[in-house]
Protein backbone atom coordinates (compact mmCIF):
# COMPACT_ATOMS: atom_id res chain seq x y z
CA UNK A 1 0.00 0.00 0.00
CA UNK A 2 1.07 3.56 -0.85
CA UNK A 3 2.05 5.73 2.37
CA UNK A 4 0.06 8.73 1.44
CA UNK A 5 -3.27 8.43 -0.65
CA UNK A 6 -5.58 11.87 -1.62
CA UNK A 7 -9.01 12.03 -3.81
CA UNK A 8 -6.40 14.39 -6.09
CA UNK A 9 -3.18 14.61 -6.79
CA UNK A 10 -1.95 17.54 -8.79
CA UNK A 11 1.53 16.96 -10.90
CA UNK A 12 3.06 20.53 -11.49
CA UNK A 13 2.48 23.47 -9.60
CA UNK A 14 2.09 26.44 -12.25
CA UNK A 15 -1.07 28.23 -12.96
CA UNK A 16 -3.07 25.26 -13.76
CA UNK A 17 -1.74 23.32 -11.23
CA UNK A 18 -1.94 25.38 -8.02
CA UNK A 19 -5.05 26.66 -9.00
CA UNK A 20 -6.69 22.90 -9.48
CA UNK A 21 -4.78 22.04 -6.34
CA UNK A 22 -6.18 25.19 -4.32
CA UNK A 23 -9.93 24.84 -5.96
CA UNK A 24 -10.09 21.00 -5.42
CA UNK A 25 -8.93 21.37 -1.56
CA UNK A 26 -12.07 24.13 -1.44
CA UNK A 27 -14.20 21.30 -2.56
CA UNK A 28 -13.57 19.21 0.02
CA UNK A 29 -11.69 16.94 -1.54
CA UNK A 30 -7.91 15.79 0.47
CA UNK A 31 -5.38 17.13 -1.88
CA UNK A 32 -1.56 17.05 -2.83
CA UNK A 33 0.14 19.36 -5.02
CA UNK A 34 3.59 17.53 -6.67
CA UNK A 35 6.50 20.11 -7.68
CA UNK A 36 10.39 19.54 -8.09
CA UNK A 37 11.80 22.80 -9.77
CA UNK A 38 13.78 25.45 -7.97
CA UNK A 39 14.22 27.76 -10.16
CA UNK A 40 17.73 28.49 -8.99
CA UNK A 41 16.58 29.52 -5.55
CA UNK A 42 19.34 30.62 -3.55
CA UNK A 43 18.70 28.24 -0.93
CA UNK A 44 17.40 25.08 -3.27
CA UNK A 45 14.02 25.38 -2.15
CA UNK A 46 11.35 24.46 -4.37
CA UNK A 47 9.93 27.52 -5.92
CA UNK A 48 5.63 27.34 -6.39
CA UNK A 49 4.25 28.95 -9.48
CA UNK A 50 5.64 27.85 -12.49
CA UNK A 51 7.73 29.55 -15.70
CA UNK A 52 4.87 32.34 -15.09
CA UNK A 53 5.64 33.26 -11.51
CA UNK A 54 9.26 32.50 -11.49
CA UNK A 55 10.72 33.20 -15.29
CA UNK A 56 8.06 34.43 -17.03
CA UNK A 57 5.01 36.75 -16.54
CA UNK A 58 5.84 38.12 -13.37
CA UNK A 59 9.38 39.23 -13.55
CA UNK A 60 9.19 40.42 -16.94
CA UNK A 61 5.98 42.43 -16.48
CA UNK A 62 8.78 43.78 -13.62
CA UNK A 63 10.86 45.03 -15.95
CA UNK A 64 8.99 45.90 -18.21
CA UNK A 65 7.96 48.48 -15.91
CA UNK A 66 10.94 49.51 -14.56
CA UNK A 67 12.20 50.56 -18.17
CA UNK A 68 9.33 52.15 -19.07
CA UNK A 69 9.89 54.68 -15.77
CA UNK A 70 13.67 54.81 -16.93
CA UNK A 71 12.68 55.90 -20.32
CA UNK A 72 9.61 58.12 -18.90
CA UNK A 73 12.36 59.86 -16.91
CA UNK A 74 14.53 60.58 -19.99
CA UNK A 75 12.44 61.68 -22.36
CA UNK A 76 8.68 61.95 -21.40
CA UNK A 77 8.79 64.88 -17.99
CA UNK A 78 9.07 67.86 -20.45
CA UNK A 79 5.92 67.60 -21.89
CA UNK A 80 5.09 68.21 -18.12
CA UNK A 81 7.42 70.83 -17.64
CA UNK A 82 9.33 68.53 -15.31
CA UNK A 83 12.98 68.88 -15.83
CA UNK A 84 15.19 65.41 -15.00
CA UNK A 85 18.96 65.12 -15.58
CA UNK A 86 21.14 62.59 -14.88
CA UNK A 87 18.82 60.03 -14.96
CA UNK A 88 21.02 56.73 -14.26
CA UNK A 89 19.41 52.77 -14.24
CA UNK A 90 21.03 50.71 -11.45
CA UNK A 91 20.31 47.18 -13.24
CA UNK A 92 21.45 45.10 -10.04
CA UNK A 93 18.75 46.96 -7.86
CA UNK A 94 15.74 46.81 -11.05
CA UNK A 95 16.42 42.44 -10.87
CA UNK A 96 16.40 42.93 -7.37
CA UNK A 97 13.29 44.43 -7.16
CA UNK A 98 12.05 41.68 -9.68
CA UNK A 99 13.36 38.72 -7.58
CA UNK A 100 11.48 40.19 -4.48
CA UNK A 101 8.72 40.53 -6.30
CA UNK A 102 8.71 36.81 -7.51
CA UNK A 103 9.87 35.67 -3.90
CA UNK A 104 6.33 37.27 -2.55
CA UNK A 105 4.56 35.17 -5.04
CA UNK A 106 5.84 32.03 -5.02
CA UNK A 107 5.74 32.26 -1.28
CA UNK A 108 2.13 33.20 -1.00
CA UNK A 109 1.39 30.14 -2.98
CA UNK A 110 2.91 28.12 -0.15
CA UNK A 111 0.54 30.03 2.26
CA UNK A 112 -2.31 29.48 0.10
CA UNK A 113 -1.44 25.94 0.14
CA UNK A 114 -1.45 25.96 4.16
CA UNK A 115 -4.55 28.15 3.65
CA UNK A 116 -6.65 25.62 1.94
CA UNK A 117 -5.17 22.31 3.24
CA UNK A 118 -3.14 21.60 0.32
CA UNK A 119 -0.51 19.50 0.95
CA UNK A 120 2.85 19.79 -0.87
CA UNK A 121 4.33 16.90 -1.91
CA UNK A 122 8.37 17.87 -3.50
CA UNK A 123 10.04 16.06 -6.14
CA UNK A 124 9.19 14.94 -9.73
CA UNK A 125 6.05 12.76 -9.74
CA UNK A 126 5.22 10.37 -12.57
CA UNK A 127 2.94 7.68 -13.06
CA UNK A 128 3.56 4.15 -12.14
CA UNK A 129 0.45 1.89 -12.26
CA UNK A 130 -2.70 2.02 -11.11
CA UNK A 131 -4.03 -0.39 -7.96
CA UNK A 132 -7.24 -1.18 -6.91
CA UNK A 133 -9.04 1.81 -9.26
CA UNK A 134 -6.61 4.78 -7.91
CA UNK A 135 -3.41 6.20 -9.75
CA UNK A 136 0.02 5.52 -8.57
CA UNK A 137 2.67 8.50 -8.58
CA UNK A 138 6.00 7.97 -7.53
CA UNK A 139 7.62 11.17 -5.95
CA UNK A 140 11.54 10.78 -5.51
CA UNK A 141 10.72 7.13 -4.45
CA UNK A 142 7.85 7.72 -2.39
CA UNK A 143 4.45 6.39 -3.92
CA UNK A 144 1.54 7.96 -3.18
CA UNK A 145 -2.42 7.25 -4.68
CA UNK A 146 -4.83 9.22 -6.01
CA UNK A 147 -8.54 8.84 -7.50
CA UNK A 148 -8.00 11.79 -9.58
CA UNK A 149 -4.87 12.63 -11.20
CA UNK A 150 -4.35 16.39 -12.45
CA UNK A 151 -0.90 16.41 -14.98
CA UNK A 152 -0.18 20.50 -14.86
CA UNK A 153 3.69 19.85 -16.16
CA UNK A 154 3.70 23.34 -18.32
CA UNK A 155 6.25 23.74 -20.96
CA UNK A 156 10.15 25.09 -21.80
CA UNK A 157 11.59 27.29 -23.74
CA UNK A 158 11.69 25.92 -27.29
CA UNK A 159 15.75 26.02 -28.50
CA UNK A 160 16.97 26.01 -31.69
CA UNK A 161 19.42 23.08 -33.00
CA UNK A 162 22.92 23.83 -33.06
CA UNK A 163 22.62 27.06 -30.66
CA UNK A 164 23.41 25.98 -27.28
CA UNK A 165 21.90 28.26 -24.39
CA UNK A 166 23.52 29.19 -21.37
CA UNK A 167 21.48 31.58 -20.02
CA UNK A 168 24.44 33.68 -19.80
CA UNK A 169 25.06 35.24 -23.52
CA UNK A 170 22.92 32.95 -25.43
CA UNK A 171 19.27 33.08 -23.02
CA UNK A 172 15.87 31.98 -23.46
CA UNK A 173 13.42 33.52 -21.41
CA UNK A 174 15.21 32.47 -17.76
CA UNK A 175 18.16 34.60 -18.89
CA UNK A 176 17.15 37.24 -20.27
CA UNK A 177 15.36 38.09 -17.21
CA UNK A 178 18.10 37.77 -15.06
CA UNK A 179 21.27 40.31 -17.41
CA UNK A 180 23.56 41.84 -15.01
CA UNK A 181 24.14 44.58 -17.53
CA UNK A 182 23.10 46.08 -20.36
CA UNK A 183 24.46 44.86 -23.63
CA UNK A 184 25.56 47.13 -26.21
CA UNK A 185 24.14 44.85 -28.63
CA UNK A 186 21.25 42.78 -28.30
CA UNK A 187 20.17 40.24 -30.60
CA UNK A 188 16.81 37.98 -30.60
CA UNK A 189 15.88 35.42 -32.48
CA UNK A 190 11.77 35.53 -32.59
CA UNK A 191 9.17 38.48 -32.79
CA UNK A 192 6.41 36.82 -30.91
CA UNK A 193 5.44 37.92 -27.36
CA UNK A 194 8.42 36.96 -25.39
CA UNK A 195 11.16 38.60 -28.33
CA UNK A 196 9.08 41.59 -28.59
CA UNK A 197 8.42 42.14 -24.58
CA UNK A 198 12.02 41.63 -23.52
CA UNK A 199 13.48 42.95 -26.53
CA UNK A 200 11.98 46.28 -25.86
CA UNK A 201 12.54 45.89 -21.56
CA UNK A 202 16.59 46.01 -23.04
CA UNK A 203 15.93 48.17 -25.68
CA UNK A 204 14.31 51.18 -23.58
CA UNK A 205 17.65 50.48 -21.29
CA UNK A 206 19.83 51.45 -24.11
CA UNK A 207 20.56 48.38 -26.17
CA UNK A 208 20.90 48.10 -29.72
CA UNK A 209 18.64 45.92 -29.96
CA UNK A 210 17.71 43.70 -33.50
CA UNK A 211 15.16 40.84 -33.46
CA UNK A 212 15.32 38.57 -36.36
CA UNK A 213 11.78 36.74 -37.38
CA UNK A 214 11.29 33.32 -39.54
CA UNK A 215 7.97 34.31 -40.72
CA UNK A 216 7.10 36.76 -43.56
CA UNK A 217 4.20 38.74 -41.57
CA UNK A 218 4.31 40.43 -38.06
CA UNK A 219 2.28 39.69 -35.22
CA UNK A 220 0.28 37.22 -37.75
CA UNK A 221 -2.35 36.15 -35.06
CA UNK A 222 -3.19 39.50 -34.09
CA UNK A 223 -5.65 41.70 -36.06
CA UNK A 224 -3.88 43.52 -39.25
CA UNK A 225 -4.75 46.69 -38.21
CA UNK A 226 -3.30 46.31 -34.90
CA UNK A 227 -0.46 44.12 -36.18
CA UNK A 228 0.55 47.66 -38.77
CA UNK A 229 0.00 50.05 -35.89
CA UNK A 230 2.19 48.38 -33.67
CA UNK A 231 5.08 47.88 -36.25
CA UNK A 232 4.89 51.62 -37.30
CA UNK A 233 5.47 52.47 -33.41
CA UNK A 234 8.11 49.21 -32.74
CA UNK A 235 10.25 50.27 -35.47
CA UNK A 236 10.25 53.76 -36.33
CA UNK A 237 9.10 55.42 -33.31
CA UNK A 238 11.07 53.05 -30.18
CA UNK A 239 13.84 51.85 -32.88
CA UNK A 240 13.61 48.64 -32.62
CA UNK A 241 15.50 46.63 -35.58
CA UNK A 242 12.55 44.05 -37.01
CA UNK A 243 13.85 41.93 -39.66
CA UNK A 244 10.94 39.45 -41.27
CA UNK A 245 11.46 36.38 -43.28
CA UNK A 246 15.09 35.18 -41.95
CA UNK A 247 16.36 31.93 -42.68
CA UNK A 248 19.47 31.38 -39.58
CA UNK A 249 22.04 29.40 -40.95
CA UNK A 250 24.91 29.52 -38.50
CA UNK A 251 25.22 30.75 -34.81
CA UNK A 252 28.70 31.22 -33.12
CA UNK A 253 29.86 32.08 -29.74
CA UNK A 254 33.12 33.59 -28.90
CA UNK A 255 34.30 33.16 -25.32
CA UNK A 256 37.48 34.59 -25.70
CA UNK A 257 37.84 38.40 -24.52
CA UNK A 258 34.50 39.81 -24.57
CA UNK A 259 32.39 37.72 -24.95
CA UNK A 260 30.25 37.61 -28.23
CA UNK A 261 27.74 36.15 -30.76
CA UNK A 262 27.53 36.02 -34.60
CA UNK A 263 24.83 35.19 -36.54
CA UNK A 264 24.61 34.00 -40.52
CA UNK A 265 21.67 34.60 -41.83
CA UNK A 266 19.39 35.55 -45.02
CA UNK A 267 17.15 37.70 -45.73
CA UNK A 268 15.73 36.97 -48.85
CA UNK A 269 18.30 36.53 -51.19
CA UNK A 270 20.80 38.77 -49.41
CA UNK A 271 23.26 36.74 -46.88
CA UNK A 272 23.79 39.08 -43.41
CA UNK A 273 25.89 38.87 -40.06
CA UNK A 274 24.49 40.09 -37.22
CA UNK A 275 27.13 41.11 -34.01
CA UNK A 276 26.02 41.27 -30.49
CA UNK A 277 27.06 40.96 -27.01
CA UNK A 278 24.25 38.70 -25.94
CA UNK A 279 21.41 36.79 -27.58
CA UNK A 280 17.67 35.85 -26.76
CA UNK A 281 16.13 32.73 -28.24
CA UNK A 282 12.56 33.22 -28.26
CA UNK A 283 11.01 30.74 -30.64
CA UNK A 284 8.13 28.99 -28.88
CA UNK A 285 7.60 26.40 -26.41
CA UNK A 286 6.85 23.00 -25.88
CA UNK A 287 4.95 20.90 -23.94
CA UNK A 288 7.04 18.90 -20.63
CA UNK A 289 5.78 15.74 -20.61
CA UNK A 290 9.00 14.15 -21.01
CA UNK A 291 9.65 11.76 -17.33
CA UNK A 292 5.84 11.61 -16.71
CA UNK A 293 5.52 7.82 -17.24
CA UNK A 294 2.62 8.11 -19.84
CA UNK A 295 3.87 5.68 -21.77
CA UNK A 296 3.88 3.21 -18.73
CA UNK A 297 -0.11 3.71 -18.45
CA UNK A 298 -0.58 4.15 -21.61
CA UNK A 299 -1.93 8.35 -21.44
CA UNK A 300 -2.08 9.15 -25.08
CA UNK A 301 0.25 12.28 -26.24
CA UNK A 302 -0.22 13.65 -29.68
CA UNK A 303 3.04 14.28 -31.72
CA UNK A 304 3.82 17.57 -30.93
CA UNK A 305 4.17 16.25 -27.15
CA UNK A 306 0.58 17.75 -25.80
CA UNK A 307 -1.65 15.57 -23.60
CA UNK A 308 -4.79 14.66 -25.99
CA UNK A 309 -8.28 15.75 -24.27
CA UNK A 310 -11.40 16.48 -24.57
CA UNK A 311 -13.13 20.15 -24.23
CA UNK A 312 -13.41 19.25 -19.74
CA UNK A 313 -9.70 18.48 -20.42
CA UNK A 314 -10.32 14.78 -19.59
CA UNK A 315 -7.48 12.51 -21.22
CA UNK A 316 -8.20 8.95 -22.80
CA UNK A 317 -7.52 7.51 -19.22
CA UNK A 318 -9.99 7.30 -16.03
CA UNK A 319 -9.68 10.04 -13.90
CA UNK A 320 -6.72 11.69 -15.06
CA UNK A 321 -7.02 15.01 -16.20
CA UNK A 322 -4.93 17.18 -17.84
CA UNK A 323 -4.60 21.18 -18.14
CA UNK A 324 -2.57 24.76 -18.95
CA UNK A 325 0.57 24.65 -21.23
CA UNK A 326 0.32 20.64 -21.67
CA UNK A 327 -2.53 20.72 -23.35
CA UNK A 328 -3.42 22.13 -27.29
CA UNK A 329 -4.54 25.49 -27.16
CA UNK A 330 -2.75 29.17 -26.22
CA UNK A 331 0.01 28.49 -23.93
CA UNK A 332 -1.99 31.38 -21.19
CA UNK A 333 -1.55 31.37 -17.77
CA UNK A 334 -5.11 32.28 -17.21
CA UNK A 335 -6.25 29.98 -19.48
CA UNK A 336 -4.18 27.36 -16.97
CA UNK A 337 -6.00 28.77 -14.29
CA UNK A 338 -9.29 28.61 -16.04
CA UNK A 339 -8.68 24.83 -16.89
CA UNK A 340 -7.44 24.49 -13.95
CA UNK A 341 -10.93 25.50 -11.71
CA UNK A 342 -12.65 24.00 -14.32
CA UNK A 343 -11.02 20.24 -13.43
CA UNK A 344 -11.41 20.43 -9.72
CA UNK A 345 -15.04 21.36 -10.44
CA UNK A 346 -15.74 18.58 -13.11
CA UNK A 347 -14.09 16.21 -10.32
CA UNK A 348 -16.37 17.58 -7.36
CA UNK A 349 -19.64 16.88 -9.37
CA UNK A 350 -20.29 20.33 -10.69
CA UNK A 351 -19.91 21.51 -14.01
CA UNK A 352 -17.14 23.46 -15.13
CA UNK A 353 -16.54 25.83 -17.69
CA UNK A 354 -13.40 26.94 -20.23
CA UNK A 355 -14.87 29.19 -23.19
CA UNK A 356 -11.80 29.40 -25.36
CA UNK A 357 -13.31 31.61 -27.64
CA UNK A 358 -13.57 34.17 -25.14
CA UNK A 359 -9.91 33.94 -23.59
CA UNK A 360 -7.92 37.10 -23.97
CA UNK A 361 -4.54 37.43 -25.14
CA UNK A 362 -2.32 40.58 -24.06
CA UNK A 363 1.62 41.70 -25.41
CA UNK A 364 2.65 44.01 -22.89
CA UNK A 365 4.93 45.88 -24.70
CA UNK A 366 4.61 50.17 -24.67
CA UNK A 367 1.88 50.29 -26.08
CA UNK A 368 0.37 47.22 -24.93
CA UNK A 369 -1.70 44.89 -27.52
CA UNK A 370 -4.65 43.36 -26.33
CA UNK A 371 -7.47 41.27 -27.93
CA UNK A 372 -10.55 38.53 -28.02
CA UNK A 373 -12.49 36.80 -30.62
CA UNK A 374 -12.18 36.39 -34.45
CA UNK A 375 -9.71 39.18 -36.40
CA UNK A 376 -11.26 41.02 -39.13
CA UNK A 377 -9.28 39.12 -41.60
CA UNK A 378 -10.58 36.01 -39.99
CA UNK A 379 -14.20 37.13 -40.44
CA UNK A 380 -13.81 37.52 -44.12
CA UNK A 381 -12.29 34.16 -44.53
CA UNK A 382 -14.93 32.49 -42.71
CA UNK A 383 -16.98 34.28 -44.61
CA UNK A 384 -19.24 36.06 -41.56
CA UNK A 385 -20.74 39.67 -42.55
CA UNK A 386 -19.75 42.16 -40.13
CA UNK A 387 -19.46 45.47 -38.75
CA UNK A 388 -16.67 47.65 -37.84
CA UNK A 389 -15.85 50.37 -35.32
CA UNK A 390 -12.60 51.81 -34.37
CA UNK A 391 -11.90 54.92 -32.77
CA UNK A 392 -8.04 56.56 -32.00
CA UNK A 393 -6.74 57.11 -28.47
CA UNK A 394 -6.51 60.60 -29.71
CA UNK A 395 -9.96 61.31 -29.30
CA UNK A 396 -9.84 60.34 -25.73
CA UNK A 397 -9.81 62.65 -23.31
CA UNK A 398 -7.80 60.72 -20.64
CA UNK A 399 -5.38 59.51 -23.12
CA UNK A 400 -4.30 63.10 -24.25
CA UNK A 401 -4.10 63.79 -20.61
CA UNK A 402 -1.90 61.23 -19.99
CA UNK A 403 0.69 62.27 -22.57
CA UNK A 404 0.23 58.97 -24.45
CA UNK A 405 -2.41 58.78 -27.10
CA UNK A 406 -1.00 55.64 -29.46
CA UNK A 407 -3.01 53.18 -31.05
CA UNK A 408 -6.89 52.58 -30.96
CA UNK A 409 -10.09 50.60 -30.04
CA UNK A 410 -11.24 48.54 -32.49
CA UNK A 411 -14.76 46.59 -32.41
CA UNK A 412 -16.32 43.87 -34.38
CA UNK A 413 -19.93 42.74 -34.73
CA UNK A 414 -22.12 40.71 -36.47
CA UNK A 415 -23.80 42.45 -39.25
CA UNK A 416 -27.18 40.93 -38.76
CA UNK A 417 -27.23 40.34 -34.88
CA UNK A 418 -25.13 43.06 -33.30
CA UNK A 419 -23.74 40.31 -31.49
CA UNK A 420 -19.62 41.43 -30.74
CA UNK A 421 -16.89 39.16 -32.90
CA UNK A 422 -13.84 40.36 -31.61
CA UNK A 423 -12.14 43.37 -29.67
CA UNK A 424 -8.86 44.58 -30.67
CA UNK A 425 -6.54 47.37 -28.75
CA UNK A 426 -3.18 48.72 -28.83
CA UNK A 427 -2.93 51.67 -26.74
CA UNK A 428 -1.74 52.29 -22.77
CA UNK A 429 -3.56 49.92 -20.58
CA UNK A 430 -5.41 47.68 -22.81
CA UNK A 431 -4.65 44.55 -20.86
CA UNK A 432 -7.05 46.27 -18.29
CA UNK A 433 -9.27 47.30 -21.20
CA UNK A 434 -9.92 43.95 -22.81
CA UNK A 435 -11.91 42.68 -19.98
CA UNK A 436 -14.53 44.64 -20.66
CA UNK A 437 -14.69 43.19 -24.30
CA UNK A 438 -14.34 39.54 -22.30
CA UNK A 439 -17.22 40.08 -20.29
CA UNK A 440 -19.07 41.20 -23.11
CA UNK A 441 -18.35 38.38 -25.82
CA UNK A 442 -19.05 35.41 -22.65
CA UNK A 443 -22.61 37.29 -22.25
CA UNK A 444 -23.27 37.27 -25.90
CA UNK A 445 -23.30 41.05 -25.72
CA UNK A 446 -24.15 43.28 -28.56
CA UNK A 447 -22.39 46.48 -29.93
CA UNK A 448 -25.21 47.96 -28.53
CA UNK A 449 -25.57 47.10 -25.07
CA UNK A 450 -21.89 48.57 -24.57
CA UNK A 451 -23.43 51.89 -26.20
CA UNK A 452 -25.59 51.72 -23.46
CA UNK A 453 -23.33 51.34 -20.53
CA UNK A 454 -22.48 54.52 -18.94
CA UNK A 455 -18.55 55.00 -18.69
CA UNK A 456 -17.37 57.34 -16.35
CA UNK A 457 -15.49 60.32 -17.65
CA UNK A 458 -12.85 60.85 -18.57
CA UNK A 459 -11.69 57.28 -18.76
CA UNK A 460 -9.92 55.61 -21.29
CA UNK A 461 -12.31 52.83 -20.99
CA UNK A 462 -14.69 55.25 -23.10
CA UNK A 463 -13.08 54.33 -25.93
CA UNK A 464 -15.05 51.06 -25.76
CA UNK A 465 -17.53 53.22 -25.59
CA UNK A 466 -17.53 55.19 -29.18
CA UNK A 467 -15.69 51.95 -30.57
CA UNK A 468 -19.33 50.34 -29.75
CA UNK A 469 -21.16 53.44 -31.20
CA UNK A 470 -18.80 53.81 -33.97
CA UNK A 471 -20.31 49.90 -35.27
CA UNK A 472 -22.99 51.85 -35.73
CA UNK A 473 -21.66 54.63 -36.90
CA UNK A 474 -22.56 57.00 -34.83
CA UNK A 475 -19.70 57.94 -32.35
CA UNK A 476 -20.00 60.76 -30.22
CA UNK A 477 -16.03 62.07 -29.95
CA UNK A 478 -14.53 61.23 -33.06
Known amino acids: MANKQFDVVVIGAGPGGYIAAIRAAQLGLS ?42 AQHGFQMHGISSEGVKIDVATMVKRKDNIVTQLTSGIKSLFKKNKVTLLS ?55 SFDSIPKRLGVIGAGVIGLELGSVWKRLGSEVTILEALPDFLAAADAAVAKDAWKTFTQKQGLNIQLGVKINNVSVELN ?22 LIVSVGRVPNTAGLGAETIGLEISERGFIVVDHNCRSNLP ?10 GPMLAHKGMEEG ?3 AECIAGQKGHVNMDT ?47 T ?25 ELIAEAVAAMEF ?35
Not at 32 to 42: G, I, N, T
Not at 407 to 431: E, P, Q, W
Open 319 to 328: NIWAVGDVVP
Open 359 to 405: VPWVIYTHPEIAWVGKTEQQLKNEGIEYRSGQIPFAANGRALGQGDT
Open 257 to 278: GTPSVTIDYELGEESRTLECDR
Open 341 to 343: VMV
Open 407 to 431: GFVKMLADSKTDRILGVHIIGANAS
Open 31 to 72: TACVESESYADPKGEIRLGGTCLNVGCIPSKALLRSSELYQE
Open 123 to 177: GHGKFIGRENERWVVDVNGEQVEATHVVVATGSKARHLPGIPVDNVIVCDNAGAL
Open 444 to 478: NASAEDIARICHAHPTLSEAMHEAALAVDKRPLHF
